[in-house]
Nanobody
Framework: QVQLVESGGGSVQAGGSLRLSCAAS????????MGWFRQAPGKEREGVAA????????YYADSVKGRFTISQDNAKNTLYLQMNSLKPEDTAMYYC???????????????????WGQGTQVTVSS
């Protein structure tokens, strides 16, 4: 059973930085792609960033381009999200997710992903 455990969330002031981590375990074959999603109260879950684990191609939502960076450490089976220049509108629960069953299509769409972590809260104050 695949397990994804996020860490690194917290409270920061606008303009600050955080780095989220997602430790993955329990899979036989490496996920085809992994991603970070977020959900603010009263809003739908949205894709933030994604990476093809094989080739390393990355994808970002327009709202975070130039501020967030997704990366992976294959030796540690860990996914990261470096978040810089944080804004109050970045406040949300952040989730790590993985696609293990098939080739990834729309990598920033939640419906593509079949495994999810429990989430880590990020709060940005103005």
């Amino acid at each position: 059973q695949v397990q994804l455990v996020e860490s690194g969330g917290g409270s920061v002031q606008a303009g600050g930085s955080l780095r989220l981590s997602c430790a993955a375990s329990g899979y036989t074959y490496k996920p085809y792609c992994m991603g970070w999603f977020r959900q603010a109260p009263g809003k739908e879950r949205e894709g933030v960033a994604a990476i093809y684990t094989g080739g390393g191609s990355t994808y970002y939502a327009d709202s975070v381009k130039g501020r967030f960076t997704i990366s992976q450490d294959n030796a540690k089976n860990t996914l990261y999200l470096q978040m810089n220049s944080l804004k109050p509108e970045d406040t949300a629960m952040y989730y790590c997710a993985a696609v293990t069953t098939r080739f990834c299509g729309a990598v920033l769409e939640p419906y593509e992903y079949n495994y999810w972590g429990q989430g880590t809260q990020v709060t940005v104050s103005s």
